[in-house]
Protein backbone atom coordinates (compact mmCIF):
# COMPACT_ATOMS: atom_id res chain seq x y z
CA UNK A 1 0.00 0.00 0.00
CA UNK A 2 2.69 2.30 1.16
CA UNK A 3 4.78 1.89 -2.36
CA UNK A 4 1.20 2.36 -4.25
CA UNK A 5 0.77 5.74 -3.00
CA UNK A 6 4.49 6.56 -3.57
CA UNK A 7 4.07 5.15 -7.42
CA UNK A 8 0.87 7.40 -7.21
CA UNK A 9 2.18 10.50 -6.13
CA UNK A 10 5.37 10.15 -8.50
CA UNK A 11 3.14 10.05 -11.65
CA UNK A 12 1.25 12.58 -10.37
CA UNK A 13 4.26 15.12 -10.51
CA UNK A 14 5.85 13.85 -13.20
CA UNK A 15 2.98 13.26 -15.96
CA UNK A 16 2.12 16.69 -16.67
CA UNK A 17 6.10 16.86 -18.01
CA UNK A 18 5.72 13.16 -19.74
CA UNK A 19 1.96 13.29 -21.36
CA UNK A 20 3.22 10.44 -23.55
CA UNK A 21 5.06 8.03 -21.50
CA UNK A 22 2.87 4.79 -22.22
CA UNK A 23 4.95 2.99 -19.64
CA UNK A 24 5.08 5.62 -16.55
CA UNK A 25 0.68 5.48 -17.08
CA UNK A 26 0.46 1.73 -16.84
CA UNK A 27 3.00 2.07 -13.56
CA UNK A 28 0.29 4.76 -12.21
CA UNK A 29 -2.70 2.38 -13.22
CA UNK A 30 -1.00 -0.51 -11.34
CA UNK A 31 -0.82 1.54 -8.42
CA UNK A 32 -4.04 3.11 -8.56
CA UNK A 33 -5.41 -0.66 -8.62
CA UNK A 34 -3.20 -1.50 -5.63
CA UNK A 35 -4.78 1.40 -4.11
CA UNK A 36 -8.72 0.30 -4.89
CA UNK A 37 -9.38 3.44 -7.27
CA UNK A 38 -10.26 1.19 -9.57
CA UNK A 39 -11.79 4.23 -12.07
CA UNK A 40 -8.82 6.12 -12.37
CA UNK A 41 -7.10 3.07 -12.88
CA UNK A 42 -9.33 2.16 -16.01
CA UNK A 43 -8.55 5.51 -17.13
CA UNK A 44 -4.77 5.61 -16.76
CA UNK A 45 -4.43 1.89 -18.52
CA UNK A 46 -6.31 3.09 -21.43
CA UNK A 47 -4.58 5.61 -21.89
CA UNK A 48 -1.47 3.96 -21.84
CA UNK A 49 -2.53 1.40 -24.34
CA UNK A 50 -3.32 4.15 -26.29
CA UNK A 51 0.65 5.51 -26.31
CA UNK A 52 1.53 1.91 -27.37
CA UNK A 53 2.89 1.21 -24.43
CA UNK A 54 4.98 -2.26 -24.40
CA UNK A 55 4.50 -3.01 -20.67
CA UNK A 56 1.28 -5.51 -20.58
CA UNK A 57 0.77 -4.49 -17.08
CA UNK A 58 -1.58 -1.55 -18.64
CA UNK A 59 -3.69 -4.40 -19.81
CA UNK A 60 -3.89 -6.58 -16.48
CA UNK A 61 -4.40 -3.49 -14.33
CA UNK A 62 -7.07 -1.95 -16.91
CA UNK A 63 -8.69 -6.01 -16.68
CA UNK A 64 -8.25 -6.41 -13.39
CA UNK A 65 -10.04 -3.12 -12.17
CA UNK A 66 -12.87 -3.68 -14.89
CA UNK A 67 -13.46 -6.79 -12.88
CA UNK A 68 -13.30 -5.26 -9.13
CA UNK A 69 -15.91 -2.26 -10.35
CA UNK A 70 -18.51 -5.87 -11.48
CA UNK A 71 -17.85 -5.54 -15.32
CA UNK A 72 -16.51 -8.92 -15.78
CA UNK A 73 -17.15 -9.97 -18.97
CA UNK A 74 -15.52 -6.97 -20.34
CA UNK A 75 -12.33 -7.77 -17.71
CA UNK A 76 -11.94 -11.33 -19.21
CA UNK A 77 -12.09 -10.30 -22.37
CA UNK A 78 -9.01 -7.73 -21.50
CA UNK A 79 -7.37 -10.67 -20.12
CA UNK A 80 -7.98 -12.55 -23.34
CA UNK A 81 -6.23 -9.45 -24.98
CA UNK A 82 -3.47 -9.33 -22.80
CA UNK A 83 -2.50 -13.30 -23.45
CA UNK A 84 -3.30 -13.43 -27.28
CA UNK A 85 -0.40 -10.24 -27.16
CA UNK A 86 2.09 -11.30 -24.46
CA UNK A 87 1.28 -15.27 -24.29
CA UNK A 88 4.16 -16.08 -21.66
CA UNK A 89 3.82 -13.25 -19.39
CA UNK A 90 3.36 -14.82 -16.27
CA UNK A 91 1.86 -11.86 -14.21
CA UNK A 92 -1.12 -11.87 -16.57
CA UNK A 93 -2.55 -15.94 -16.01
CA UNK A 94 -1.60 -15.10 -12.38
CA UNK A 95 -3.64 -11.85 -12.20
CA UNK A 96 -6.79 -13.10 -14.20
CA UNK A 97 -6.51 -16.43 -11.73
CA UNK A 98 -6.59 -14.04 -8.96
CA UNK A 99 -9.79 -12.07 -10.10
CA UNK A 100 -11.23 -15.25 -11.25
CA UNK A 101 -10.79 -16.37 -7.23
CA UNK A 102 -12.06 -13.36 -6.18
CA UNK A 103 -14.94 -13.69 -8.07
CA UNK A 104 -15.69 -17.14 -6.34
CA UNK A 105 -14.95 -18.85 -9.82
CA UNK A 106 -12.50 -21.08 -8.25
CA UNK A 107 -12.54 -24.10 -10.81
CA UNK A 108 -11.71 -21.45 -13.74
CA UNK A 109 -9.37 -19.62 -11.56
CA UNK A 110 -7.34 -23.26 -10.96
CA UNK A 111 -5.77 -23.92 -15.03
CA UNK A 112 -4.98 -19.84 -15.35
CA UNK A 113 -2.94 -19.99 -12.14
CA UNK A 114 -1.43 -23.46 -13.28
CA UNK A 115 -0.36 -21.86 -15.99
CA UNK A 116 1.21 -19.14 -14.47
CA UNK A 117 3.71 -21.37 -12.69
CA UNK A 118 3.80 -23.44 -15.76
CA UNK A 119 5.87 -20.53 -17.08
CA UNK A 120 7.61 -19.81 -14.47
CA UNK A 121 7.87 -22.64 -11.82
CA UNK A 122 9.96 -19.92 -9.83
CA UNK A 123 7.14 -17.51 -9.49
CA UNK A 124 5.64 -17.72 -6.20
CA UNK A 125 2.43 -15.48 -6.25
CA UNK A 126 0.54 -17.85 -8.07
CA UNK A 127 1.55 -20.97 -5.44
CA UNK A 128 -0.19 -19.19 -2.95
CA UNK A 129 -3.24 -18.33 -4.97
CA UNK A 130 -3.32 -21.70 -6.43
CA UNK A 131 -3.29 -23.48 -3.07
CA UNK A 132 -6.29 -21.48 -2.02
CA UNK A 133 -8.41 -22.50 -5.38
CA UNK A 134 -7.67 -25.77 -4.61
CA UNK A 135 -9.22 -25.32 -0.96
CA UNK A 136 -12.24 -24.40 -2.09
CA UNK A 137 -12.93 -26.20 -4.16
CA UNK A 138 -12.54 -29.56 -1.85
CA UNK A 139 -9.18 -30.21 -3.27
CA UNK A 140 -7.31 -30.22 0.38
CA UNK A 141 -4.30 -33.22 -0.06
CA UNK A 142 -3.58 -31.10 -3.30
CA UNK A 143 -3.22 -27.70 -1.41
CA UNK A 144 -1.51 -28.97 1.28
CA UNK A 145 1.50 -30.38 -1.91
CA UNK A 146 1.24 -26.55 -2.85
CA UNK A 147 2.21 -25.00 0.68
CA UNK A 148 4.86 -28.30 0.69
CA UNK A 149 6.59 -26.80 -2.30
CA UNK A 150 6.30 -23.64 -1.18
CA UNK A 151 7.65 -23.78 1.79
CA UNK A 152 10.06 -25.52 -0.15
CA UNK A 153 11.32 -22.90 -2.24
CA UNK A 154 11.00 -20.35 1.17
CA UNK A 155 10.94 -21.77 4.62
CA UNK A 156 10.17 -19.03 6.30
CA UNK A 157 7.13 -17.86 4.02
CA UNK A 158 4.28 -16.72 6.84
CA UNK A 159 1.49 -16.56 4.21
CA UNK A 160 2.43 -20.43 3.54
CA UNK A 161 1.97 -21.40 7.33
CA UNK A 162 -1.39 -19.50 7.70
CA UNK A 163 -3.23 -20.66 4.14
CA UNK A 164 -1.92 -24.17 5.26
CA UNK A 165 -3.86 -23.83 8.55
CA UNK A 166 -6.93 -22.81 7.19
CA UNK A 167 -6.64 -25.70 4.98
CA UNK A 168 -5.96 -28.56 7.69
CA UNK A 169 -8.99 -26.26 9.57
CA UNK A 170 -11.05 -27.35 7.22
CA UNK A 171 -10.06 -31.02 7.23
CA UNK A 172 -10.69 -30.82 10.75
CA UNK A 173 -7.47 -31.08 12.31
CA UNK A 174 -7.51 -28.14 14.91
CA UNK A 175 -4.88 -28.81 16.75
CA UNK A 176 -2.62 -29.53 13.57
CA UNK A 177 -3.88 -25.76 12.21
CA UNK A 178 -2.62 -24.56 15.60
CA UNK A 179 0.65 -25.43 14.99
CA UNK A 180 0.39 -23.73 11.16
CA UNK A 181 -0.91 -20.51 12.78
CA UNK A 182 1.82 -20.41 15.61
CA UNK A 183 4.33 -20.87 13.11
CA UNK A 184 2.73 -17.91 10.64
CA UNK A 185 3.25 -15.51 13.94
CA UNK A 186 6.46 -16.60 14.20
CA UNK A 187 7.72 -15.35 10.98
CA UNK A 188 5.21 -12.17 11.13
CA UNK A 189 3.28 -11.04 13.76
CA UNK A 190 1.99 -8.07 11.79
CA UNK A 191 -0.93 -10.04 10.17
CA UNK A 192 -4.30 -9.68 11.25
CA UNK A 193 -5.84 -12.63 9.21
CA UNK A 194 -3.67 -15.52 10.65
CA UNK A 195 -5.10 -14.39 14.41
CA UNK A 196 -8.77 -14.13 12.62
CA UNK A 197 -8.22 -17.90 11.78
CA UNK A 198 -5.64 -18.81 14.83
CA UNK A 199 -9.39 -17.85 17.07
CA UNK A 200 -11.38 -19.71 14.51
CA UNK A 201 -9.71 -22.94 15.15
CA UNK A 202 -9.87 -22.28 18.90
CA UNK A 203 -13.66 -21.96 18.55
CA UNK A 204 -13.85 -24.87 16.88
CA UNK A 205 -11.73 -26.47 19.49
CA UNK A 206 -14.38 -25.43 21.71
CA UNK A 207 -12.18 -22.55 23.54
CA UNK A 208 -14.41 -19.31 22.99
CA UNK A 209 -12.51 -16.96 25.07
CA UNK A 210 -9.09 -17.61 24.06
CA UNK A 211 -10.96 -17.32 20.53
CA UNK A 212 -11.66 -13.86 21.44
CA UNK A 213 -8.27 -12.38 22.79
CA UNK A 214 -7.31 -13.78 19.06
CA UNK A 215 -9.62 -11.46 17.94
CA UNK A 216 -8.57 -8.85 20.24
CA UNK A 217 -5.53 -9.29 18.73
CA UNK A 218 -6.41 -9.05 15.40
CA UNK A 219 -8.41 -6.10 15.78
CA UNK A 220 -5.53 -3.99 18.03
CA UNK A 221 -3.27 -4.87 14.60
CA UNK A 222 -5.70 -3.28 12.16
CA UNK A 223 -9.37 -1.97 14.05
CA UNK A 224 -10.65 -1.34 10.88
CA UNK A 225 -11.25 -5.00 9.59
CA UNK A 226 -14.38 -5.93 10.32
CA UNK A 227 -13.82 -9.43 9.58
CA UNK A 228 -12.23 -10.01 13.44
CA UNK A 229 -15.77 -8.09 14.96
CA UNK A 230 -17.61 -11.00 13.21
CA UNK A 231 -15.92 -13.84 14.43
CA UNK A 232 -16.10 -12.30 17.34
CA UNK A 233 -19.85 -12.54 17.05
CA UNK A 234 -20.32 -15.66 16.20
CA UNK A 235 -18.84 -17.04 19.45
CA UNK A 236 -21.36 -14.35 21.32
CA UNK A 237 -24.15 -15.87 19.13
CA UNK A 238 -22.91 -19.63 19.95
CA UNK A 239 -23.67 -18.68 23.10
CA UNK A 240 -26.95 -16.83 22.78
CA UNK A 241 -25.43 -13.45 24.43
CA UNK A 242 -27.65 -11.18 21.91
CA UNK A 243 -27.22 -7.94 23.57
CA UNK A 244 -22.99 -8.16 23.64
CA UNK A 245 -23.62 -9.60 20.10
CA UNK A 246 -25.53 -6.70 18.86
CA UNK A 247 -22.70 -4.50 20.67
CA UNK A 248 -20.62 -5.54 18.65
CA UNK A 249 -22.21 -5.62 14.94
CA UNK A 250 -22.52 -1.77 15.98
CA UNK A 251 -18.27 -1.93 16.64
CA UNK A 252 -18.61 -3.03 12.89
CA UNK A 253 -21.20 -0.25 11.08
CA UNK A 254 -19.24 2.13 13.15
CA UNK A 255 -16.18 1.59 11.11
CA UNK A 256 -17.64 0.51 8.25
CA UNK A 257 -21.56 1.98 7.54
CA UNK A 258 -21.94 -0.51 4.81
CA UNK A 259 -20.66 -3.56 5.92
CA UNK A 260 -22.45 -6.93 4.71
CA UNK A 261 -20.67 -8.68 7.73
CA UNK A 262 -22.67 -6.61 10.24
CA UNK A 263 -25.94 -6.99 8.63
CA UNK A 264 -24.83 -10.86 8.67
CA UNK A 265 -24.57 -10.75 11.98
CA UNK A 266 -27.49 -8.59 12.81
CA UNK A 267 -29.72 -11.00 10.92
CA UNK A 268 -28.28 -13.98 12.61
CA UNK A 269 -28.80 -12.11 16.21
CA UNK A 270 -32.39 -11.29 15.28
CA UNK A 271 -33.56 -15.15 14.28
CA UNK A 272 -31.79 -16.31 17.00
CA UNK A 273 -34.15 -13.57 19.21
CA UNK A 274 -37.00 -14.96 17.41
CA UNK A 275 -37.47 -11.74 15.10
CA UNK A 276 -38.09 -12.63 11.95
CA UNK A 277 -39.06 -9.53 9.74
CA UNK A 278 -36.18 -7.75 11.28
CA UNK A 279 -33.89 -10.11 10.44
CA UNK A 280 -35.30 -10.51 6.73
CA UNK A 281 -34.72 -6.72 6.63
CA UNK A 282 -30.94 -6.93 7.65
CA UNK A 283 -30.57 -9.58 4.94
CA UNK A 284 -32.11 -7.39 2.30
CA UNK A 285 -29.80 -4.52 3.59
CA UNK A 286 -26.70 -6.91 3.50
CA UNK A 287 -27.99 -7.84 -0.47
CA UNK A 288 -28.24 -4.03 -1.30
CA UNK A 289 -24.51 -3.72 -0.63
CA UNK A 290 -23.63 -7.17 -2.34
CA UNK A 291 -25.80 -9.15 -4.61
CA UNK A 292 -23.87 -11.51 -4.00
CA UNK A 293 -24.27 -12.35 -0.48
CA UNK A 294 -25.14 -16.33 -0.32
CA UNK A 295 -25.16 -16.05 3.48
CA UNK A 296 -27.94 -13.18 3.55
CA UNK A 297 -29.98 -15.37 1.13
CA UNK A 298 -29.50 -18.20 3.11
CA UNK A 299 -30.65 -16.16 6.81
CA UNK A 300 -33.42 -14.77 4.63
CA UNK A 301 -34.68 -17.86 3.28
CA UNK A 302 -34.31 -19.22 6.99
CA UNK A 303 -36.26 -16.59 8.52
CA UNK A 304 -39.06 -17.04 5.85
CA UNK A 305 -38.80 -20.86 6.77
CA UNK A 306 -39.14 -20.17 10.59
CA UNK A 307 -42.51 -17.72 10.07
CA UNK A 308 -43.91 -21.31 8.13
CA UNK A 309 -43.43 -19.31 4.52
CA UNK A 310 -41.86 -22.02 3.61
CA UNK A 311 -42.62 -21.96 -0.11
CA UNK A 312 -41.25 -18.78 -0.65
CA UNK A 313 -38.39 -19.44 1.17
CA UNK A 314 -37.33 -22.45 -1.33
CA UNK A 315 -36.13 -19.57 -4.11
CA UNK A 316 -33.42 -18.11 -1.43
CA UNK A 317 -31.83 -21.32 -0.63
CA UNK A 318 -31.68 -21.87 -4.13
CA UNK A 319 -29.68 -18.40 -4.91
CA UNK A 320 -28.07 -18.89 -1.79
CA UNK A 321 -26.94 -22.68 -3.43
CA UNK A 322 -25.72 -21.27 -6.31
CA UNK A 323 -23.45 -18.56 -5.04
CA UNK A 324 -21.73 -20.55 -2.47
CA UNK A 325 -21.67 -24.73 -3.23
CA UNK A 326 -19.97 -25.70 -0.22
CA UNK A 327 -21.80 -24.21 2.27
CA UNK A 328 -24.06 -27.47 3.71
CA UNK A 329 -26.17 -25.11 5.87
CA UNK A 330 -28.19 -24.09 2.91
CA UNK A 331 -28.47 -27.71 1.94
CA UNK A 332 -29.84 -28.22 5.55
CA UNK A 333 -31.96 -25.47 5.63
CA UNK A 334 -33.76 -25.98 2.49
CA UNK A 335 -34.06 -29.15 2.91
CA UNK A 336 -36.04 -28.78 6.47
CA UNK A 337 -38.42 -26.11 4.15
CA UNK A 338 -39.15 -28.93 1.58
CA UNK A 339 -39.78 -31.24 4.44
CA UNK A 340 -42.24 -29.00 6.12
CA UNK A 341 -43.80 -28.58 2.64
CA UNK A 342 -44.57 -32.15 2.65
CA UNK A 343 -41.94 -32.81 -0.45
CA UNK A 344 -39.96 -35.88 1.47
CA UNK A 345 -38.50 -37.14 -1.37
CA UNK A 346 -37.02 -33.47 -2.71
CA UNK A 347 -35.97 -33.07 0.90
CA UNK A 348 -34.31 -36.13 1.33
CA UNK A 349 -31.61 -35.44 -1.67
CA UNK A 350 -30.76 -32.12 0.10
CA UNK A 351 -30.44 -34.05 3.38
CA UNK A 352 -28.12 -36.34 1.08
CA UNK A 353 -25.56 -33.49 0.22
CA UNK A 354 -25.27 -32.53 3.81
CA UNK A 355 -24.51 -36.11 4.65
CA UNK A 356 -21.95 -36.86 1.68
CA UNK A 357 -21.22 -32.88 1.03
CA UNK A 358 -17.50 -30.79 1.07
CA UNK A 359 -14.86 -32.09 2.71
CA UNK A 360 -15.14 -29.21 5.43
CA UNK A 361 -18.19 -31.51 6.98
CA UNK A 362 -15.26 -32.09 9.15
CA UNK A 363 -16.22 -29.07 11.12
CA UNK A 364 -17.69 -29.33 14.65
CA UNK A 365 -20.57 -26.95 13.55
CA UNK A 366 -21.07 -29.06 10.13
CA UNK A 367 -20.82 -32.36 12.38
CA UNK A 368 -24.04 -31.37 13.62
CA UNK A 369 -25.34 -30.45 10.81
CA UNK A 370 -24.49 -33.59 9.28
CA UNK A 371 -26.10 -35.73 12.42
CA UNK A 372 -29.73 -33.47 12.10
CA UNK A 373 -29.75 -34.34 8.68
CA UNK A 374 -29.15 -37.79 8.85
CA UNK A 375 -32.03 -37.71 11.27
CA UNK A 376 -34.04 -36.05 9.13
CA UNK A 377 -33.54 -38.04 6.12
CA UNK A 378 -34.63 -41.05 8.07
CA UNK A 379 -37.68 -39.47 8.93
CA UNK A 380 -38.35 -38.83 5.25
CA UNK A 381 -37.90 -42.07 4.44
CA UNK A 382 -40.62 -43.37 7.16
CA UNK A 383 -42.37 -40.49 5.88
CA UNK A 384 -42.49 -42.29 2.37
CA UNK A 385 -43.20 -45.34 3.32
Known amino acids: MVEAQKVDQHCQEFAPSHPNDGNLYADWAQALVALGRYDEAIEK ?59 GRWDEAIPKLRAAIQLDPGYIKPYHSLGRALAHVGKLDEAVNIYVKLLEMDPYNAETYRDWGRTVCHLGNFELSLEKFQKAIKYDQSDPETYDDYGMALLNLDRPEEAIAKFNQSIALDGQRTQPYYD ?34 YAKILIGQGHLPEAIDKCKEALSFDPKD ?37 EENWGSALMRLGHFLEAKDHFKKVIDGHPSLALPNNRALIEEAQRKAKECDDRLK
Open 294 to 330: ALAYNLWGQAMDLEENSYDALPKFKMAAQLDPYDISV
Open 232 to 265: WDLVLIGQQKYDQAFDVCQKMTAIYPKSVLARDA
Open 45 to 103: AQKAINLRTTNPDAYGAWAYALGRSGKIKEADAIFLKEIALYPKYRAGFYEWGSLLSEE
